[in-house]
């Protein structure tokens, strides 16, 4: 048998970096985001041979292992598939297993879409339909979210866990002691449609370390830096702007909701923003984009541009030689799908 999963990126829409601690837990943070129907997959196939083996086919990797009950983490490429098995083995089967992990991802790491949480929950995805683990959607959300910034002290924040659970459009709220409350948005069909029509996804062929970016965020926070928690405040506020905007299907304001916003970003730490993205940004406002937003913590990835009307036309024509690519999308409605097949 191969037990098979996958859990769909996300667009963080607003609010990202107030569901980072100590943020949440000083103040409360709110998210809106959106999962698109780009994918992280995990595939794993049971193995009698008392070996483990974790599989990258993208790159080529192959990792091979002794099956026993914890394997070492060593700060390399398989460090999450090692911690996630550690975790399942410790809380739910209490003995080595023996199979074969294969993992792929239809976005570069890196890229700000939460590509890592994502294929997290991926993976704990596969491991659940295998062992039938008991786990509903803010289970397996938390138990990632435990693995990626406990387990394995990765710097980060809570939602793309919980995006790649439960799918589609979510409004989310951070509170002290890990609580985390998800509020699932019903959005029509058209508005759907029309927000991914508008929202332009453009991909700038960099990746960055969203850990380093993050973290001199939380010291911010930490040394009480008013300028940097004002502009948290103001991101945070700019959820809830974004959220009636679409509830409403006032979209024509989403630009301009998202251009006040990228002052605050950049006010959040430094490395958010660079001078590419900057001229990105200034190319796409005047070719006719109302606003946009760095994807994912900044500094590399995705930006996503509000285009209203057939401005993306020429938003899209003027982005041709700034060495990007545009990623088309649809958004989706699920989360994480586990099934089964023979092999």
């Known amino acids: 048998m191969i037990f098979r999963s996958k859990a769909p990126f996300r667009l963080g829409?607003?609010?990202g970096g107030t569901d980072v601690s100590p943020y949440s837990d000083l103040y409360?943070?709110?998210i809106l985001n959106a999962t698109?129907?780009?994918?992280a997959y995990a595939n794993i196939e049971p193995r009698n041979d008392n070996k483990?083996?974790?599989?990258i086919p993208q790159t080529n990797e192959e990792y091979i292992y002794d099956s026993v009950c914890e394997l070492p983490?060593?700060?390399?490429?398989?460090?999450?598939?090692?911690?996630?098995?550690?975790?399942?083995?410790?809380?739910?089967?209490n003995k080595p297993l023996s199979f074969t992990l294969t993992c792929a991802l239809e976005v570069p790491f890196g890229s700000g879409l939460g590509t890592s949480s994502t294929l997290a929950v991926a993976i704990l995805g596969a491991y659940a339909e295998w062992l039938t683990l008991p786990l509903g959607d803010y289970d397996l959300a938390y138990l990632a979210y435990l693995i990626e910034r406990i387990d394995l002290k990765q710097a980060g924040g809570k939602q793309d866990q919980y995006a790649a659970a439960f799918g589609g459009f979510n409004f989310m709220e951070f509170y002290a002691n890990d609580k985390v409350i998800v509020n699932p948005l019903r959005i029509h069909n058209e508005v759907m449609n029309e927000l991914s029509n508008n929202l332009l996804l453009y991909y700038t062929n960099s990746s960055r370390n969203s850990g380093n970016?993050?973290?001199?965020?939380?010291?911010?926070?930490k040394a009480k830096k008013e300028k940097s928690i004002e502009a948290m405040h103001q991101i945070k506020n700019q959820a809830y702007e974004l959220k009636e905007a679409i509830l409403k299907y006032n979209l024509n304001q989403i630009g301009e909701i998202l251009h006040k916003g990228w002052t605050y970003k950049r006010d959040m730490a430094e490395g958010i923003s660079t001078p590419f993205f900057e001229e990105l940004y200034e190319?796409?406002?005047?070719?006719?984009?109302?606003?946009?937003?760095?994807?994912?913590?900044?500094?590399?990835g995705f930006v996503f541009f509000y285009c209203p009307g057939n401005t993306k036309?020429?938003?899209?024509?003027?982005?041709?030689?700034?060495?990007?690519?545009?990623?088309?999308?649809?958004?989706?409605?699920?989360?994480?799908?586990?099934?089964?097949?023979?092999?």
């Open 28 to 30: 409360g943070g709110c």
């Open 213 to 221: 970016i993050i973290e001199l965020q939380q010291k911010n926070v």
């Open 36 to 39: 698109i129907n780009l994918y």
């Open 73 to 93: 983490i060593t700060n390399d490429k398989t460090d999450m598939m090692k911690g996630i098995y550690n975790r399942v083995v410790k809380d739910f089967v």
């Open 283 to 300: 190319t796409a406002y005047n070719a006719g984009a109302t606003g946009g937003k760095i994807s994912g913590a900044g500094g590399g």
């Open 13 to 15: 829409l607003a609010g």
């Open 313 to 343: 036309f020429e938003v899209i024509k003027a982005l041709e030689n700034l060495g990007g690519k545009i990623q088309r999308y649809n958004f989706t409605k699920k989360g994480l799908e586990t099934w089964h097949t023979k092999q």
């Open 52 to 55: 483990i083996v974790f599989r």
